[in-house]
C-alpha cells in the first residue's frame, strides 16, 4: 500500500526500522539495501531523486501496460558449487526461468480465481525472461556459468559469491543482464536469497543482480519444500526491478504501490482468506494480500503481482534498467554470422514510436534487414548509403526487434524497441 508521496522521503527511515521477529528472515534485500545506506550516506539523495523520476514516470506513463509490449530480460545464472548438489542441473536453471516467465505473464496456474476479490488487482506484467544465448563479448553462451568454489557458504550479505577473487563470479554487464547467483547461504540463517534494487546500480553495478540459495531455486532438483515452486526467483526478481516488500518493511509499512493493500507485518506459511480484516493500520473487509509475491509466505500460496508493481517494474526498465530494451544478449548466436564493432552504427532514438535513425562513421553501403524475436524478417531497406539515414517502422507493432546490417561480407546486429 502506498500512503502518499511524501512518504517516498521516508524510504530510508522506514526501511531502517526493521521489523524483527521471531520468524526466518526469508529475505535480505532490504537489509543490505539499508546497509549500504547506512555506509554511505550520501546515497539517500541518489535514492530519493530516483524515487522522484519513478513517480514522475508512473504519472506521465499511466496506461503503459494497455498497449502490449513485452520485453524480454536476458538472464545468466552463475552456479557457485563446493558439492555436487550444489551445482544444480540445467533443467533446474530452466526450470526457474520458466517459473518466472509464468510468474511475471499471470501465466502461473495457481493464480487468483476470478471471483476472489483481489483478482481485479492481479496483473500480466508483461515482462519475460531468457537465458543468454550471447555473452557480453557477442559470443555464445549457454547463460550459465559455473564455478567451483572452496567456500562453505555465503553469508547474504553482498558478500563473496558475486567476485571472482573471492570464490565467487564477477557478474556480467548488469545494464545488458540479469545476473543470477546460485550458490550455498548460510543454512544456519534462513535465507531463501536477497537482490540489489535499481537505484544502487550506478553506484555499485559490481554488486546487482539476484542471489537465491540452491535449496530455494527453481522447480524440483535441490529445491526443499515449501520453497519448491521457483518463487524466491520471483520474489528477488520483483526487488531487481524496484518492488519493495509488501509491508514496506515497517508495521503498517508502505511499499510505494497504491493497489497493494496494507499489510501489518510479513507472512508466513498460506494465510486463508480474509487475512487480518479490519486492522489497526486499516486493512478492509478484506484484510491483506498475503498472496503477493513480495510477501514471505509459502511458495505454494503467493500467487500474484498487482497492476500497479507491475507498472513501477516498467517504470524501473524505463529508468534505471533501460539498458535492457538495448541488450541483444537473447539474439540467438545462429542470426550473427560475424560481429563488427558494436559501435559501428548507432540508432537513435531507442526506444522510438515511428522513425529510427541509422548513422556510421565509415559511410560503407550496407542492406538493413528487420526481425522479430523469433528471426522473421518484417522488411528489409537494401544498399543504404547515405547517412544518417532515417527508416519509417510506425506500421509494426510494439515490441522489440533486431536490425542486421550486413555489406555482404560482414553482419551486425542491433536490437531496436518500438513503443508507442
Ligand atoms: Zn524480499
Known amino acids: 500500500m502506498k500512503k502518499n508521496l511524501y512518504s517516498l522521503f521516508l524510504v530510508g527511515?522506514?526501511?531502517?526500522?526493521?521489523?524483527?521477529q521471531a520468524q526466518t528472515h526469508k529475505c535480505a534485500a532490504a537489509t543490505n539495501f539499508e546497509k549500504k545506506l547506512i555506509e554511505n550516506p550520501s546515497l539517500q539523495l541518489v535514492r530519493e531523486?530516483?524515487?522522484?523520476?519513478?513517480?514522475?514516470?508512473?504519472?506521465?506513463?499511466?496506461?503503459?501496460?494497455?498497449?502490449?509490449?513485452?520485453?524480454?530480460?536476458?538472464?545468466?545464472?552463475?552456479?557457485?558449487?563446493?558439492?555436487?548438489?550444489q551445482n544444480v542441473s540445467t533443467a533446474q536453471i530452466q526450470s526457474q526461468i520458466d517459473a518466472m516467465n509464468e510468474d511475471f505473464r499471470l501465466l502461473?496456474?495457481?493464480?487468483?480465481?476470478?471471483?476472489?476479490?483481489?483478482?481485479?488487482?492481479?496483473?500480466?506484467?508483461?515482462?519475460?525472461?531468457?537465458?543468454?544465448?550471447?555473452?557480453?563479448?557477442?559470443?555464445?553462451?549457454?547463460?550459465?556459468?559455473?564455478?567451483?568454489?572452496?567456500?562453505?557458504?555465503?553469508?547474504?550479505?553482498?558478500?563473496?559469491?558475486?567476485?571472482?577473487?573471492?570464490?565467487?563470479?564477477?557478474?556480467?554487464?548488469p545494464t545488458k543482464y540479469l545476473n543470477i547467483w546460485v550458490c550455498n547461504l548460510d543454512?544456519?540463517?534462513?535465507?531463501?536469497?536477497?537482490?540489489?534494487?535499481?537505484?544502487?546500480?550506478?553506484?555499485?553495478?559490481?554488486?546487482?543482480?539476484?542471489?537465491?540459495?540452491?535449496?530455494?531455486?527453481?522447480?524440483?532438483?535441490?529445491?526443499?519444500?515449501?520453497?519448491?515452486?521457483?518463487?524466491?526467483?520471483?520474489?528477488?526478481?520483483?526487488?531487481?526491478?524496484?518492488?519493495?516488500?509488501?509491508?514496506?518493511?515497517?508495521?503498517?509499512?508502505?511499499?510505494?504501490?497504491?493497489?497493494?493493500?496494507?499489510a501489518e507485518?510479513?507472512?508466513?506459511?498460506?494465510?486463508?482468506?480474509?487475512?487480518?480484516?479490519?486492522?489497526?493500520?486499516g486493512s478492509d473487509a478484506s484484510g491483506e494480500m498475503?498472496?503477493?509475491?513480495?510477501?514471505?509466505?509459502?511458495?505454494?500460496?503467493?500467487?500474484?503481482?498487482?497492476?500497479?508493481q507491475a507498472n513501477r517494474m516498467r517504470a524501473a526498465l524505463n529508468g534505471p534498467r533501460a539498458g535492457?530494451?538495448?541488450?541483444?544478449?537473447?539474439?540467438?548466436?545462429?542470426n550473427m554470422e560475424e560481429i563488427l564493432s558494436e559501435n559501428s552504427f548507432e540508432i537513435y532514438p531507442?526506444?522510438?514510436?515511428?522513425?529510427?535513425?541509422?548513422?556510421t562513421k565509415n559511410k560503407e553501403s550496407v542492406d538493413i534487414h528487420v526481425y522479430d524475436l523469433v528471426g522473421t524478417e518484417i522488411v528489409s531497406f537494401k544498399n543504404v548509403n547515405q547517412y544518417p539515414h532515417e527508416m519509417s517502422l510506425k506500421n509494426l507493432p510494439n515490441g522489440s526487434y533486431f536490425l542486421k546490417f550486413t555489406n555482404g561480407n560482414s553482419t551486425i546486429t542491433k536490437k531496436i524497441v518500438i513503443s508507442k
Request: aromatic share 12%.
Open 108 to 173: 502461473n496456474a495457481d493464480s487468483l480465481p476470478d471471483v476472489h476479490p483481489f483478482w481485479q488487482y492481479t496483473a500480466d506484467s508483461q515482462i519475460e525472461f531468457c537465458l543468454a544465448s550471447r555473452d557480453p563479448n557477442g559470443n555464445a553462451t549457454t547463460g550459465i556459468t559455473r564455478t567451483s568454489t572452496t567456500v562453505n557458504f555465503f553469508d547474504g550479505n553482498n558478500g563473496a559469491e558475486k567476485y571472482t577473487s573471492m570464490g565467487g563470479k564477477d557478474n556480467w554487464d
Open 265 to 281: 507485518t510479513s507472512n508466513y506459511g498460506c494465510p486463508s482468506f480474509p487475512f487480518n480484516p479490519n486492522s489497526t493500520c
Open 13 to 20: 527511515i522506514s526501511f531502517a526500522s526493521f521489523n524483527f
Open 187 to 262: 543454512p544456519a540463517a534462513g535465507l531463501l536469497g536477497y537482490a540489489t534494487f535499481p537505484s544502487d546500480l550506478s553506484n555499485f553495478p559490481d554488486d546487482d543482480g539476484v542471489v537465491i540459495n540452491y535449496t530455494a531455486f527453481g522447480i524440483g532438483g535441490t529445491s526443499v519444500s515449501p520453497n519448491t515452486n521457483g518463487r524466491t526467483g520471483t520474489h528477488e526478481v520483483g526487488h531487481w526491478l524496484n518492488l519493495s516488500h509488501i509491508w514496506g518493511d515497517a508495521t503498517c509499512g508502505d511499499d510505494l504501490v497504491s493497489d497493494t493493500k496494507v
Open 324 to 334: 535492457l530494451l538495448s541488450s541483444n544478449g537473447c539474439l540467438p548466436i545462429a
Open 49 to 85: 531523486q530516483a524515487e522522484l523520476e519513478t513517480q514522475n514516470w508512473l504519472s506521465t506513463h499511466p496506461n503503459a501496460l494497455q498497449t502490449r509490449n513485452i520485453i524480454t530480460i536476458p538472464v545468466v545464472v552463475h552456479v557457485i558449487y563446493k558439492t555436487a548438489a
Open 350 to 359: 531507442n526506444p522510438s514510436a515511428d522513425n529510427f535513425t541509422v548513422n
Open 290 to 308: 498475503y498472496m503477493n509475491y513480495m510477501d514471505y509466505v509459502d511458495d505454494a500460496c503467493m500467487v500474484m503481482f498487482t497492476l500497479g
